[in-house]
């Protein structure tokens, strides 16, 4: 399995932008497909996005789409969430999972192996 650990969470105004990064250990990671979820609470964790192992497919939450792209770096082990033009109802605890030879759409209803300790987002109104 990968270890994963997220960074670059923080505390933004609405409208604004944060980078998440999640960087993975373990010489098979590119064997991974990598997902993002999120958790606010008193909610269920959702889905955000999804990323294939070479990065030719990726696969979003309708929610998030046309403002969050997900990318990774195989080289650097580390995958990336961009988001922008955040709202109030992004603030969530987000996570990276990552499940190998899974494709992004699997991603987001199946059990990931690993995931990551979280990095809280608050989007400030």
């Known amino acids: 399995q990968v270890q994963l650990v997220e960074s670059g969470g923080g505390l933004v105004q609405a409208g604004g932008s944060l980078r998440l990064s999640c960087a993975a250990s373990?010489?098979?990671?590119?064997?991974?497909?990598v997902g993002w979820f999120r958790q606010a609470p008193g909610k269920e964790r959702e889905f955000v996005a999804a990323i294939a192992w070479n990065g030719g497919s990726t696969y979003y939450a309708d929610s998030v789409k046309g403002r969050f792209t997900i990318s990774r770096d195989n080289t650097k082990t580390t995958v990336y969430l961009q988001m922008n033009s955040l709202k109030p109802e992004d603030t969530a605890v987000y996570y990276c999972a990552a499940r190998r030879f899974t494709t992004t759409q699997s991603m987001a209803v199946m059990e990931p192996e690993s995931w990551g300790q979280g990095t809280q987002v608050t989007v400030s109104s």
């Open positions: 373990g010489r098979t990671f590119i064997s991974y497909a």
